[in-house]
């Protein structure tokens, strides 16, 4: 089996600029009143359905506290090959094409450590939209956080308690 995630950084980076671009506080559909952007949080799920979540939290004393999957519907990009990968890496080694051109190689049987590498590809793409100004525009309070969590919590970005 082979992914190539390069595609996948693209298209999902695309979505959170566009997300970004749309947000409206009055019209919000995640954590929180309307107000200043607290927390951008990108969840995910890679092994029963495959998706990303950009949910941006409005809460005054935002965590990593997981309130982001009650925002899942709406906010999703599909990844409808991620399951399929991970079912396919139970038999199989997994040739991974990573963002940067790296090639990686997952032994079969390992499709928790899919997990990790489609997390560090979201700890990617929230970097480089930060440092490339994606972040610029929305109305964000003075301190707003960045998250990765896969929504079973097999990873979390950065590590909290």
């Known amino acids: 089996m082979r992914l190539d995630l390069r595609q996948d950084f693209a298209d999902i980076y695309s979505y959170l600029a566009g997300r970004v671009r749309a947000f409206n506080p009055a019209a919000n559909d995640g ?3 309307s107000g200043p ?4 949080d990108l969840g995910y799920g890679f092994d029963q359905d495959g998706w990303v979540a950009v949910v941006f939290d409005t809460r005054p004393n935002a965590e990593p506290d ?3 999957n009650g925002y899942i519907e709406g906010n999703q990009l599909e990844r409808t090959h991620w399951p399929a990968a991970c079912e396919a890496s139970e038999d199989e080694v997994m040739e991974l094409m990573l963002p940067d051109g790296t090639e990686r190689k997952l032994p079969a ?3 928790e450590e899919l997990a990790a590498v489609l997390g560090d590809l979201l700890k990617r793409v929230l970097l480089k939209a930060r440092a490339d100004g994606v972040f610029a525009g929305l109305p964000k309070a003075r301190r707003c956080e960045l998250g990765v969590e896969e929504q079973n919590g097999i990873y979390g970005w950065p590590v909290s308690e």
Request: net charge neutral; with cysteine.
């Open 31 to 33: 954590p929180g009143e």
């Open 66 to 68: 997981g309130e982001w």
């Open 37 to 40: 952007v607290t927390r951008i």
């Open 109 to 111: 049987g390992r499709c």
